[in-house]
């Protein structure tokens, strides 16, 4: 299995991948052991002195002003966390649970926390055995960190609350630890609240849409190229010349793309060959590159919100190399929260713009000479014209989802927290227009293909017929006559998400953007 060493300096993306969707193995470095113990001894040296230190004898965000005994402490940090989990709603998915407990730890192994070496090492623990705290949809509102989300699994750790085993059952978590011979943590001081403020579960969600929209615009590119193909369009408008003289990167990897899966075609340039000639492509297929391209520099820009975040240790108070513990607003998540919403818009533009060429592919009118609604018999048949429907509903529900978070907030915690970012719900939006994108690309490449092999005397590109081949392979069945069209639209959703459309073409051209 492979393993996942965390260190003082952050993390990647991909060690966030490879424990939150491929269950690596974490252990903590010898430098982080080292660093934590440095900072737990400046948190207790603190701790034992008569002066008030906020989240170390302090009460917390409008409580701020008490002092807090020594005989209390202890139990002042076990119920910030009781207190504090307290999210409602359906569960949160397992692969985001874990990001966020595994991105938690990143902060506390940093040294600037003052947590114990003990409690970082049983949290490794937990993610090692598999155990899943049961995390809710809603009780964050992305300032002083995922508070609601991170109580949850801080509980856990406690051996407190409800996780999911690793045979899949939730059941509770004092239970699963004692199985997996995890002694639960007494927390001390400052260690509750620095278990809960972070931005952990808006940026492991953030981290895994990267990954997923990055497979996804290479897959809409490609579809791209085959409604191109299959409304004998030109492929004149993606020549690099063109796209060197505007030269946004995502642009001109898009439209390198579209001609490499073009290349050899026997379907593009047939303008002169029609009783109404054109002269230019609509918008959607001409432009193509230049929308999808815009979405690659729109992820570009969340990439590097994203590895600035994975190298920063969130939490308030922080203990600094100097030795000071200093009160911040580091956990507020604005920085995250806009370019979940900035991703959010540009996925529903990508699936606007993919319907559109969809429904040009299903028009009469509009195709090019291809049957009505791809149908066998039309008249008899309806073809994909609900199919359609489909996509759309879809692309109006991206639409709304478009809309941000992070220009709301609410006030809490009596004013003192008079300003949120309402990160995680743009994280949880987000998600949704991931998998619905996928659904309206895999709609597309259904029309697309369908309508390729309806151009019958005439030969694709052999990138072209390689995707077809393989999607017919994969269950996404071909032109006839009608018959229940769900199962078809589900096959092409899921050979979109399992890379299959990519990989298939990727065989022949070579390597995508």
Do not use: W
């Given at each position: 299995m492979h393993t996942v060493v965390v260190g003082t300096s952050g993390t990647t993306a991909e060690d966030v991948i490879a424990v939150a969707r491929g269950n690596a193995r974490v252990e903590l470095s010898a430098e982080a052991v080292a660093a934590l113990g440095r900072a737990r001894e400046i948190v207790e040296a603190l701790a034992a002195k008569p002066e008030p230190v906020y989240g170390v004898s302090t009460g917390f965000g409008a409580l701020a002003s008490r002092h807090i005994s020594p005989e209390l402490r202890a139990q002042l940090q076990r119920n910030i966390v009781r207190s504090h989990a307290a999210g409602m709603g359906p569960r949160v998915e397992r692969e985001v649970v874990r990001a966020l407990m595994f991105l938690r730890l990143k902060t506390v192994a940093s040294?600037?926390?003052?947590?114990?070496?003990?409690?970082?090492?049983?949290?490794?623990?937990?993610?090692?055995?598999?155990?899943?705290?049961?995390?809710?949809?809603?009780?964050?509102?992305?300032?002083?960190?995922?508070?609601?989300?991170?109580?949850?699994?801080?509980?856990?750790?406690?051996?407190?609350?409800?996780?999911?085993?690793?045979?899949?059952?939730?059941?509770?978590?004092?239970?699963?630890?004692?199985?997996?011979?995890?002694?639960?943590?007494?927390?001390?001081?400052?260690e509750g609240l620095a278990l809960l403020n972070?931005?952990?579960?808006?940026?492991?969600?953030?981290?895994?849409?990267?990954?997923?929209?990055?497979?996804?615009?290479?897959?809409a590119d490609i579809t791209a190229a085959l409604t191109l193909e299959a409304l004998l369009g030109t492929e004149k408008v993606l020549q690099p010349e063109l796209h060197a003289i505007r030269p946004h990167p995502g642009q001109g990897a898009s439209a390198a793309n579209m001609a490499a899966v073009l290349e050899g075609s026997g379907l593009t340039g047939?303008?002169?060959?029609?009783?109404?000639?054109?002269?230019?492509?609509?918008?959607?297929?001409?432009?193509?590159?230049?929308?999808?391209?815009?979405?690659?520099?729109?992820?570009?820009?969340?990439?590097?919100?994203?590895?600035?975040?994975?190298?920063?240790?969130?939490?308030?108070?922080?203990?600094?190399?100097?030795?000071?513990?200093?009160?911040?607003?580091?956990?507020?998540?604005?920085?995250?929260?806009?370019?979940?919403?900035?991703?959010?818009?540009?996925?529903?533009?990508?699936?606007?713009?993919?319907?559109?060429?969809?429904?040009?592919?299903?028009?009469?009118?509009?195709?090019h000479g291809l049957p009505p609604f791809l149908a066998d018999d039309a008249g008899v048949d309806s073809g994909l014209m609900i199919a359609q429907y489909t996509q759309a509903a879809l692309v109006s529900e991206m639409k709304r989802l478009a809309v941000p978070a992070s220009a709301d907030s609410i006030p809490s915690s009596a004013m003192q927290e008079d300003h949120v970012s309402m990160g995680w719900s743009a994280a949880r939006k987000l998600r949704t227009a991931v998998d619905n994108l996928n659904r309206i690309i895999a709609i597309e490449m259904y029309a697309a293909t369908r309508a390729i092999e309806l151009r019958h005397g005439l030969t694709a590109a052999p990138a072209s017929r390689a995707a077809i081949a393989a999607a017919r392979a994969a269950g996404v069945e071909g032109p006839g006559p009608d018959r229940f069209l769900a199962p078809d639209l589900a096959a092409a959703d899921a050979f979109i998400r399992s890379g299959g459309l990519v990989d298939a073409v990727e065989a022949v051209t070579g390597p995508l953007a």
């Open positions: 040294g600037h926390t003052g947590v114990r070496p003990s409690v970082a090492q049983t949290m490794a623990d937990v993610l090692n055995a598999g155990i899943t705290p049961v995390v809710h949809e809603y009780g964050s509102l992305g300032c002083s960190g995922d508070l609601a989300p991170l109580s949850h699994c801080a509980l856990a750790l406690m051996g407190e609350g409800d996780a999911e085993g690793p045979d899949g059952t939730v059941r509770p978590a004092g239970e699963l630890l004692a199985e997996a011979g995890i002694a639960p943590v007494e927390l001390r001081e400052k972070g931005t952990d579960g808006m940026l492991g969600m953030l981290i895994m849409a990267l990954a997923d929209l990055g497979k996804l615009y290479t897959a047939h303008f002169q060959e029609e009783s109404a000639p054109r002269v230019q492509d609509a918008y959607s297929v001409r432009c193509a590159p230049q929308v999808a391209g815009a979405g690659r520099d729109t992820m570009a820009h969340a990439a590097l919100v994203a590895s600035r975040e994975l190298a920063a240790a969130v939490d308030n108070p922080v203990v600094l190399p100097d030795g000071r513990v200093e009160s911040n607003g580091n956990f507020h998540g604005a920085p995250v929260a806009y370019v979940l919403d900035f991703l959010a818009i540009a996925a529903a533009d990508l699936g606007s713009i993919a319907e559109r060429r969809t429904d040009r592919l299903l028009d009469k009118n509009r195709s």
